[in-house]
């Protein structure tokens, strides 16, 4: 299996910035695409940033300009870059991983349990 940990989230005031990290572990083979969703109260589940194997990105128009998303292969780490953070980004942020195992060669998605963060005066 893949252990995914997250951290970085917390209260911020508008304006603030916040980096977040995932840090992928386990019996992992190779790691695809990585990306970050989140999901605010009432709402569904929404794709904020991707980035493949080869550090291509994708960004939700909502956080583009204002977020990046990068990765440390050597660490199977994904980070989340926000800036200019506003009360709508307010939400739990969930890390994935799309990755293949020593014993199990099909890639699979993982998810973490997510990380809170609030933009509020």
């Known amino acids: 299996q893949v252990q995914l940990v997250e951290s970085g989230g917390g209260l911020v005031q508008p304006g603030g910035s916040l980096r977040l990290s995932c840090a992928a572990s386990g019996s992992i083979l190779s790691i695809n695409a990585m990306g970050w969703y989140r999901q605010a109260p009432g709402k569904q589940r929404e794709l904020v940033a991707t980035?493949?194997?080869?550090?291509?990105?994708n960004y939700a128009d909502s956080v583009k300009g204002r977020f990046t998303i990068s990765r440390e292969n050597a660490k199977n780490t994904v980070y989340l870059q926000m800036n200019s953070l506003q009360p709508d980004d307010t939400a739990v942020y969930y890390c994935n991983v799309n990755a293949n195992l020593r014993r199990d060669i099909n890639y699979r998605n993982y998810w973490g349990l997510g990380t809170q963060v609030t933009v509020s005066a």
């Open positions: 980035i493949t194997s080869g550090s291509s990105t």
